[in-house]
């Protein structure tokens, strides 16, 4: 069995003071450095996004952040400008340890989709070559922590366990945006994909 550590996320703006701050998010990063050692790999995933990317409310006029609105790919969730490609506020949390990373997969790329998931982007084909690169190194089973638990961690535990991999979330090294009830939302979903949740 070869198990690695997935890091999703851990940016600036996602922290407090940045533009999509997830309470907490800053609170996880000593105790995810902690964790890398007791893993056979380290991946972090770095949400990377054009400044013109259509998740952002800015791009819809009449729309306010945190607006649903549909997609051609389906439902979307506009949210703040967030981790726009170089800035600050895209880089990964000052404290985070990248030195035990095998690999760094930057998501979101696509102007016209967005891409909670670290597998496929949200018209759920579009893949990201993570399946390809953990199976291409047996790595058999996955631990994700990071932000948000209910949209980039949710989604990428999800399609980890379609796709046969087996997945834990350790929940004390996650932090929620929790959008009216999608927390408890996604708590439910990937217990029904069959991830473990610590
Ligand atoms: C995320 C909303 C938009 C996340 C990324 O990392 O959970 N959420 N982009
Ligand atoms: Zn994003």
Redesign the pocket.
Known sequence: MTHALIV??L?ND?CPGGS?A?TGGDQIVTGINRLMDDFDSVIL?Q?W?PADHR?FAAAHPGHAPFDMITMTYGPQ?L?PE??VQGTAGAAFHGDLDQTRADLILRK?SNRDI???SAFFENDRTTATGLEGYLRGRGISDLTMV??????????SAQDAARLGFRVTVDTALCRA?DLDGSLQDAVQQMTGQGVRLL
């Open positions: 999703i996320d940016q996602f999509l997830v995933t949400d996004h998740s969730v949210w967030h981790c979101g967005d891409s909670y990071g932000l948000a638990t209910d949209f980039c961690v949710s989604y945006i």
